[in-house]
């Protein structure tokens, strides 16, 4: 039996001659840029804390507010898209997180940081559907690799946020943040240019006419269910991953004495890692099949997992980046897989992945910061560790690579 959909896939979605890999690169930068100025509001919160006196209940709800505007957001906008492209709405969603960057900076009180907060969830929730959409357009049928490189320059991103915020931010104050407004002008103009191409190829495509209807070969029983499996790993990939993301410097600074700056260069040693393992993802979905790929990397990290929560300093280090590695390879994998499974709709499910993914994060920051307020940050990783033993369930994933001949 042959599960192949991405036969069914429109013209439009794949790239028509080649990879393109300046604009995989252009948007891959983009990527970049947009998650180094968000993962600066995780990098900041032992600053913010200190400044404002605040428990981790309150920690785990600016990650909330960030993660939620763009979770419910990015479904509807890549919805809508799928019908009505926009491609000039990318430069306009970094105007988002520059103005919820400039607003931080000046922040005098909590609410004003949760309004922050909220305008860099919006930015995120208008570019992550649009600017995975052109990385399946540029992708020349390498939807892996293509997902792959647009997911690496992310996760370099975040990973550069810590580490920048440790050297301009944390000697000198959070006012110090608006200096990453240049950054956010940089990825605004670098969109414009894939604005412009992605506009040439919607007109291009209405000049050839309108493309075939993309058909799921599944019953829709079974891509139901596959959808619904895909979404509990996201949960369990992401509801740990906010563990490290949010709660890591914490976690280090109460249970091994590190400074605040200490702490952030191991937490970039860890985001460094997730960047790592974003780009062996997808090009190894590619050849062997995107099943084993998400079977390996959720399943496969739960020994680590396990054991981060009793090792001393520098095997919690080693861990980490371990378990950032294997664990990050799955959503490459588990994004183009739901993306074969509804052939068509590369908005809606990007933007309904990517919100999950971010929606996970915001409701485990704010679960797991009332959990580590009433008990300790110690329980919160011996919790946490059992989560990828959700893995077990992608043995019930379809098969939907067509058979080598």
Same mark, same amino acid.
């Given at each position: 039996?042959?599960?192949?959909?991405?036969?069914?896939?429109?013209?439009?979605?794949?790239?028509?001659?080649?990879?393109?890999?300046?604009?995989?690169?252009?948007?891959?930068?983009?990527?970049?840029?947009?998650?180094?100025?968000?993962?600066?509001?995780?990098?900041?919160?032992?600053?913010?804390?200190?400044?404002?006196?605040?428990?981790?209940?309150?920690?785990?709800?600016?990650?909330?507010?960030?993660?939620?505007?763009?979770? /419910?957001?990015?479904?509807?906008?890549?919805?809508?898209?799928?019908?009505?492209?926009?491609?000039?709405?990318?430069?306009?969603?970094?105007?988002?997180?520059?103005?919820?960057?400039?607003?931080?900076?000046?922040?005098?009180?909590?609410?004003?940081?949760?309004?922050?907060?909220?305008?860099?969830?919006?930015?995120?929730?208008?570019?992550?559907?649009?600017?995975?959409?052109?990385?399946?357009?540029?992708?020349?049928?390498?939807?892996?690799?293509?997902?792959?490189?647009?997911?690496?320059?992310?996760?370099?991103?975040?990973?550069?946020?810590?580490?920048?915020?440790?050297?301009?931010?944390?000697?000198?104050?959070?006012?110090?943040?608006?200096?990453?407004?240049?950054?956010?002008?940089?990825?605004?103009?670098? /969109?414009?240019?894939?604005?412009?191409?992605?506009?040439?190829?919607?007109?291009?495509?209405?000049?050839?006419?309108?493309?075939?209807?993309?058909?799921?070969?599944?019953?829709?029983?079974?891509?139901?269910?596959?959808?619904?499996?895909?979404?509990? /790993?996201?949960?369990?990939?992401?509801?740990? /991953?906010?563990?490290?993301?949010?709660?890591?410097?914490?976690?280090?600074?109460?249970?091994?004495?590190?400074?605040?700056?200490?702490?952030?260069?191991?937490?970039?040693?860890?985001?460094?890692?997730?960047?790592?393992?974003?780009?062996?993802?997808?090009?190894?979905?590619?050849?062997?099949?995107?099943?084993?790929?998400?079977?390996?990397?959720?399943?496969?990290?739960?020994?680590?997992?396990?054991?981060?929560?009793?090792?001393?300093?520098?095997?919690?280090?080693?861990?980490?980046?371990?378990?950032?590695?294997?664990?990050?390879?799955?959503?490459?994998?588990?994004?183009?897989?739901?993306?074969?499974?509804?052939?068509?709709?590369?908005?809606?499910?990007?933007?309904?992945?990517?919100?999950?993914?971010?929606?996970?994060?915001?409701?485990?920051?704010?679960?797991?910061?009332?959990?580590?307020?009433?008990?300790?940050?110690?329980?919160?990783?011996?919790?946490?560790?059992?989560?990828?033993?959700?893995?077990?369930?992608?043995?019930?994933?379809?098969?939907?690579?067509?058979?080598?001949?």
């Amino acid at each position: 039996m042959t599960d192949s959909i991405e036969s069914k896939i429109p013209p439009k979605e794949s790239a028509l001659k080649g990879t393109a890999f300046k604009v995989l690169t252009a948007i891959s930068v983009s990527h970049l840029l947009n998650d180094m100025l968000q993962s600066l509001i995780l990098a900041i919160y032992p600053l913010l804390q200190k400044e404002f006196t605040l428990s981790f209940t309150q920690i785990g709800m600016i990650t909330l507010t960030y993660q939620v505007t763009a979770s /419910l957001l990015q479904p509807l906008i890549g919805h809508y898209t799928d019908k009505h492209p926009k491609p000039y709405s990318l430069p306009v969603g970094m105007g988002f997180t520059l103005a919820g960057l400039l607003l931080l900076a000046v922040a005098q009180s909590f609410g004003v940081i949760l309004i922050a907060a909220a305008l860099v969830g919006t930015g995120s929730s208008v570019f992550h559907p649009e600017s995975s959409r052109v990385a399946r357009m540029a992708s020349g049928g390498r939807h892996g690799l293509a997902q792959s490189l647009f997911q690496v320059g992310g996760n370099f991103g975040s990973a550069l946020g810590p580490l920048l915020a440790a050297v301009i931010i944390a000697p000198y104050g959070k006012g110090n943040v608006a200096w990453f407004s240049l950054a956010a002008l940089l990825g605004m103009v670098v /969109l414009l240019q894939v604005s412009r191409w992605y506009s040439h190829q919607q007109q291009l495509a209405k000049k050839r006419g309108p493309a075939p209807v993309a058909v799921s070969l599944l019953p829709k029983r079974t891509v139901v269910k596959s959808l619904t499996i895909l979404l509990v /790993l996201v949960f369990s990939k992401y509801f740990y /991953l906010t563990s490290l993301s949010s709660y890591y410097t914490f976690y280090l600074i109460h249970k091994f004495g590190v400074s605040i700056q200490e702490a952030q260069f191991h937490l970039f040693a860890f985001l460094l890692a997730v960047a790592a393992g974003t780009i062996l993802g997808g090009p190894i979905g590619d050849k062997i099949g995107r099943k084993y790929v998400i079977w390996v990397s959720i399943l496969g990290v739960a020994p680590f997992t396990l054991l981060l929560p009793h090792a001393n300093l520098l095997w919690t280090s080693v861990l980490s980046v371990i378990i950032g590695v294997i664990l990050a390879s799955a959503f490459s994998a588990i994004l183009v897989y739901a993306q074969e499974l509804i052939p068509g709709k590369v908005g809606m499910v990007s933007g309904l992945f990517f919100g999950l993914a971010f929606g996970m994060g915001g409701l485990g920051a704010a679960v797991l910061g009332y959990v580590a307020d009433k008990t300790s940050i110690e329980l919160v990783y011996q919790i946490c560790a059992f989560l990828p033993l959700l893995g077990i369930l992608t043995a019930f994933l379809p098969n939907l690579e067509r058979k080598s001949t």
